[in-house]
């Protein structure tokens, strides 16, 4: 639909950057207009994640057929903002900007390794930004580490006279101190989010890294957040519905695509919609419109939103009970092959892979990907960190002091590795800093 367009202004967030001193690579790919999870249904194809081809994953694949082609075997980066996340794991620039509507950016920043954060709705401009769906969008950021998310937030985000969803408040950009003393901290378990379909190593690594919060003198409490398993089907309902209106703007008639037919301008208007939207996009703006009919509207988008609501609110009772950080998963496995997730439509696997993120996205909350461990196929697994509203700084200390952590656990396996021991011995190693692992 867009296919040669060059926008006559700046986003917001691009024009900020550039104002500050970055320089632009150049655009990635993504899932056409955002819609899906695998970065699979972009107009120039599949993004393949760079650890696709790292030593580790090679040397575990085990080929499913003897005539099956020795590249086959790559894996998804997850959507859509994967080209960012791909961009940033390759080492290919210092960060990426990708859009999270309902966990589009913490997604591939867990299959692909990477830090991904989703700010506050509201905490930076999305003027410039292609809506998907306008009460959730939120500019994402993809990093390396916790320490380069916060300076490109600092960069971002603030008031924008442009989008009168940003916050009046005068955002002052801060630098994130290092946490040593995590004892006052009080950090939520969500019992809900141990979903149907989540993988035991990531469960394995979720409790771990509760224990390690535990073990360091934070509090872990158990919590409940009851909407928790309405909330995808809630997603849905309202992102199509939003998706409907968004993309009426698609019409040939002022920019993008348009169709040589010239019968009318309704049969212009119906052929450009026709030609310029993949199969993914049609069918979510049908959906939508489904939904708003007047018969369907009360019934589908009021109740929707009325969940959404009670969505937010289980957000509110939780942090409201003196719980700081939420810990979840991010994804429900590692990345899988590309071949395997194609066996699934569009909607189905969107389903799936936003189930751990969408939530946050609803109630308007800040959220970031950390990666921690490697899985028995050694790819990357991340976990979520949630926060309170504009709470970016407490998230990303949290976030921060618990990427040190996963550091030195790595550097004492490496230690232990070289000295001929393996991390299956109960053997205490003593670092040089003191420390034991």
Request: hydrophobic share 35%; with cysteine; aromatic share 8%.
């Amino acid at each position: 639909m867009l296919k040669g367009y060059i926008s006559p202004y700046n986003a917001t967030v691009v024009q900020k950057l550039l104002d500050g001193g970055a320089v632009l690579l150049g655009k990635t790919n993504l899932d056409e207009f955002a819609m899906g999870s695998g970065s699979t249904d972009g107009v120039f194809g599949p993004v393949r994640n760079p650890w696709s081809y790292s030593r580790q994953y090679k040397e575990k694949i085990v080929p499913r057929s003897d005539s099956e082609p020795e590249n086959s075997n790559w894996v998804i980066t997850g959507g859509s903002s994967g080209g960012s996340a791909a961009a940033v794991s390759a080492f290919t620039c210092f960060a990426a900007l990708g859009s999270d509507t309902g966990g589009s950016t913490r997604n591939p920043a867990a299959h692909c390794g990477v830090v991904g954060l989703k700010p506050t709705y509201g905490l930076i401009s999305r003027h410039g930004l292609i809506p998907l769906v306008n009460s959730m969008d939120v500019p994402g950021i993809l990093t390396r580490c916790v320490d380069d998310a916060a300076v490109v937030l600092g960069s971002l985000a603030g008031h924008d006279p442009k989008d009168s969803t940003t916050v009046q408040d005068i955002f002052q950009p801060f630098a994130l101190p290092s946490l040593t003393d995590v004892s006052k901290l009080s950090i939520g378990i969500p019992k809900e989010y141990h979903a149907p379909g989540l993988s035991s190593e990531i469960l394995a690594v979720w409790s771990k890294a509760a224990d390690l919060f535990k073990n360091a003198g934070a509090k872990v409490v158990e919590v409940s957040l009851p909407h928790t398993h309405y909330s995808i089907v809630c997603y849905h309902v309202l992102c199509t519905a939003e998706v409907a209106s968004n993309m009426a703007r698609f019409d040939g008639l002022e920019y993008g695509h348009r169709s040589d037919m010239n019968k009318s301008t309704e049969s212009m208007y119906a052929a450009t919609r026709r030609e310029g939207f993949s199969d993914v996009v049609r069918g979510r703006i049908l959906s939508g419109n489904y939904f708003l009919l007047k018969q369907n509207y009360e019934d589908y988008f009021v109740k929707a939103q009325k969940v959404r609501r009670l969505i937010a609110n289980d957000f509110v009772k939780v942090f409201g009970s003196g719980v700081d950080i939420l810990l979840t998963p991010t994804t429900l496995s590692d990345a899988v092959p590309y071949v395997e997730f194609i066996k699934e439509d569009n909607r189905t696997r969107s389903t799936q892979d936003d189930i751990l993120t969408q939530a946050a996205n609803m109630a308007g909350l800040p959220a970031v990907n950390v990666p921690t461990a490697l899985s028995g196929r050694g790819l990357p697994i991340g976990l979520q960190f949630i926060g309170r509203s504009f709470q970016e700084k407490q998230l990303l200390t949290v976030a921060k002091w618990f990427e040190k952590q996963e550091m030195k656990y790595l550097l004492c396996i490496q230690i232990l590795q070289i000295s001929g021991y393996t991390h299956h011995q109960k053997d205490e190693f003593q670092t040089s800093s003191g420390e034991r692992c």
